[in-house]
């Protein structure tokens, strides 16, 4: 994989080796959203919001207890015992896991300015990575190619605005621009936080919830939820009203190329459980005589009038954006279309159109090449070493000191075990876990 430094977002192109860029198959650049970076589409689960919640957590069990959990008096009585939400899915792919097992070229970065106004990552794209797009690898067997852009969120702003500003350019390599939950006619999210946090919290679902003892973590979750609602200068840009909805382009400014919307009308993100223990957990283990200790089991119940989240939040407390069947969450279905570009809505939040296996067949197909059900999609975190000083780094979790935009010399790596095999060790600031501290030197005695 070929990989630059931190002026170009550690852009990646893959294959790495020109001469397996297959000339028959699409060239793809990946553009995230707002307080995104590269891993959403190669590691969506990176932000722990992949919440299965269409299927219910398996029992817990705990064993060999010498009593039975009468220690906790509601459980005995079968009142509520502890909470939790739906579990994490382990089965999340990406997109650039499909894209690659498909055998189109995958262009990968992180934008500058992760919150900033979209001016910030306009001038990365338009001075490092246009340039090398169309320079290093729109060449040899893909020259006269063009690319098309798959965008999440605030990504699709970033292509409308590039176009709007460089309508003679950039039909000269831009093929097809496809929008994933783009706010196109722009969102309310950025006024929603406060809604959900407080408005919806004190006025319905709030009481409920203080009074089965379960405040704190439901305003935990919608505090979480509502992480892409932050109000940031970016996000406030995003306002319908905004002067840069003048300074994007439309499908008819730009008829040479294609635009293709999609959206998400799901508000669901995640269930709220409660804990009961079985009849069993109050009885003898038995079948283990002479040791007959207790074995406990806990079955989960969903929380009513509560769960799931955002779903059971009143209509009227909350903007298009988080109505379910009207938005994903941050972005409404109305919202997300552009006049004159075929569209098409998905039962998805804003989050899972970052892992959605019906998105993935659907771009498939218009990218020419349909999934069979067969395919291997390789997706796993990045690593970034450091050839010079044998040290590896996580971007994720970059610290000052770590200097990424020093290095001159990267390899990357998809997983921490390959770097540390090739004698690369954990940077103390960013990977900590695997950094090996140098050992002192013992002089010798006079």
Partial sequence: ?????????????????????????????LLHGLGGNKLD??????????WNHRQSPANRHSDNHFGPPLLAPLAALGFLTDFSLSDLDTNVRCWEGMLRAKGHTVINYSQDGNQALVEIPLVQFE???????????????????????????RGGIL????????????PTWIKHIVTLCTPNQGTLAPLAKEKLTQQALAGLVGPIADAIGVDDLLVNTIDRLTDWLSETEGAEQLLPDNALFERLANPADAPDIEFTTFAGNSVRYSRLYYWLYT??????????????RFDYEQFPTELPLISPLLDQIPDGLVDDEQD???????VSDLRARLPGAPHTTVPVNHAEALWDETLFGLVADLLGTPLTGNENFECS??????????QVHDPMNENTNCQLDE???????????????????????????????????????D
């Fill in 1 to 29: 994989m070929t990989t630059y430094g931190k002026a170009k977002g550690f852009l990646e192109v893959s294959p790495a080796d020109p001469e397996q860029r297959d000339p028959s198959r699409e060239v793809v650049l």
């Fill in 41 to 50: 589409w190669s590691f969506p689960a990176w932000r722990e919001m992949h």
């Fill in 127 to 153: 001075q490092e990575i246009v340039p090398t797009i169309r320079d290093e690898v729109l060449t040899g067997s893909l020259a006269g190619k063009k690319v098309t852009l798959v965008c999440h969120s």
């Fill in 159 to 170: 292509a409308r605005r590039y176009v709007h500003d460089h309508p003679t350019v950039a």
């Fill in 279 to 292: 009849l069993s957990s109050f009885i003898p283990n038995f079948s283990d005589f002479p040791d007959i």
């Fill in 324 to 330: 379910d069947n009207e938005g994903d969450g941050a």
């Fill in 381 to 390: 975190r990045g690593f970034i070493g450091n050839s010079n000083t044998l």
């Fill in 407 to 445: 290095i001159d010399s990267i390899v990357p790596f998809k997983r921490i075990e390959d770097a540390l095999t090739n004698g690369y060790d954990g940077c103390f600031y960013c990977l900590s876990e695997h950094h090996t501290p140098e050992q002192p030197t013992n002089s010798p005695m």
